[in-house]
């Protein structure tokens, strides 16, 4: 009987401690909490070996189903402040900021993508998205992708 990889959703509580120890030492990596994967396994305490058997097949759920990751696309005018009044209202909107990608401004206007998490992927989210052409200075918005 083949086996294949098959994602399935169990409480922690259940588990091993291993399982979210391994989250653990990604989560103080990624943070910088640790300097090496050696410190970081002592410091939580599992073996290094424990770590590198599971950290290719533990994720947490809230990493990699609550959130919706959006790409917009905007045509902002050429003038200051106006691509920060735009992170100032994803910020409002708890949206975690991944890659902003601007244009040099050819007359008068740049174009510009951002990538952004959302903690709550609601559809009311998207719509809150789209009165982003209020703000002064948007000249166009479009939603590329969520995903």
């Known amino acids: 009987m083949d086996k294949k990889s098959q994602l399935i959703v ?12 391994v989250l653990d030492v990604k989560k103080l990596m990624a943070q910088k909490g640790e300097k090496s994967f050696a410190s970081a396994c002592k410091r939580v305490g599992i073996s ?6 599971y950290k290719d097949s533990v994720f947490s759920y809230e990493e990699l189903f609550n959130r919706r990751i959006v790409n917009l696309y905007l045509l902002l005018s050429d003038s ?16 975690n900021i991944l890659t ?14 951002i990538s952004l998490r959302l903690a709550d992927a609601s559809p009311d989210e998207l719509i809150s998205l789209n009165s982003i052409t209020e703000l002064d200075g948007v000249l166009e918005a479009k939603v590329l992708s969520a995903e």
């Open 80 to 95: 200051p402040g106006v691509l920060s009044s735009v992170l100032v209202f994803l910020h409002g909107l708890d949206a």
């Open 48 to 53: 290094r070996s424990a770590y590198y058997k």
């Open 100 to 113: 902003v990608n601007q244009s040099i401004p050819v007359d008068g206007a740049a174009a510009v993508n």
């Open 10 to 21: 169990v409480d922690a509580m259940i588990l091993p401690d291993v399982f979210t120890k």
